[in-house]
């Protein structure tokens, strides 16, 4: 009795978070160069489709489309000569050897072929640093839709993803995270900094609890 109180209880919580008029789902990196088939990372892009959490993050946007809650996809892209981009860190530098690059209008910044991009979604691209919210307009765009819970989803758990969920609760939002719609290598760390981490700051549920309170009928849609 006491499990399923609780059970319910968060259901609950979840469901009150997740508002279509106030919700923004965002996509992190869901590019064909990190996530594709011709992947700059081959091993993660391995484990974003094996996991299946390339599959629950077509899942979400469809939902999104469907329930009127806004889309943005947070896209990682460089200059070809550099400019703008950092160097920080060793993981920017390892990026400038890699074979495949993410440079500005190639293929290798478009959305992944699977996840839909409706025509009202929103591209919030970045030149530098480890986050898709700090440094680039994705803050102000997300106050001006409304946003209070954001929904975040994507590559990597390792960097980015919590990167995002931080950034989000600094400024104020609700985070939310679908365990089952990130990805990082090796594949047991994302469980493990889930729990350990970004349980402490974050909402953390399953795509279909998440899908089932988007498509629980509550008000009209956002136009």
Do not use: W
Request: with cysteine; charged share 20%; aromatic share 2%.
């Amino acid at each position: 009795m006491a499990t399923n109180e609780r059970a319910d209880g968060r259901r609950e919580r979840l469901a009150a978070e997740l508002d279509p008029a106030s919700t923004v789902l965002m996509t992190v990196e869901c590019q064909q160069g990190v996530v594709g088939a011709d992947s700059a990372l081959p091993e993660l892009a391995k484990e974003a489709r094996s996991s299946g959490a390339l599959h629950n993050i077509a899942r979400l946007v469809a939902a999104a489309h469907e329930t009127g809650v806004q889309v943005v996809h947070a896209v990682a892209e460089r200059r070809p000569d550099g400019r703008g981009a950092s160097r920080n860190a060793r993981l920017f530098r390892a990026a400038e050897r890699l074979p495949v690059q993410q440079y500005a209008g190639s293929t290798a910044v478009r959305i992944v072929e699977g996840i839909d991009v409706a025509d009202e979604d929103l591209v919030v691209r970045r030149l530098h640093g480890l986050s898709p919210i700090a440094g680039t307009d994705a803050d102000p765009l997300l106050r001006n839709l409304g946003c209070r819970t954001l929904i975040i989803s994507g590559v990597s758990a390792n960097v980015a993803i919590p990167n995002a969920v931080f950034d989000a609760v600094n400024l104020g939002y609700t985070a939310v995270v679908p365990v089952d719609a990130i990805a990082g290598v090796p594949a047991e760390y994302t469980p493990a900094m889930v729990r350990n981490t970004l349980a402490l700051v974050a909402t953390v549920a399953t795509t279909d609890d998440i899908l089932g309170c988007l498509r629980t009928p509550r008000r009209p849609r956002r136009s």
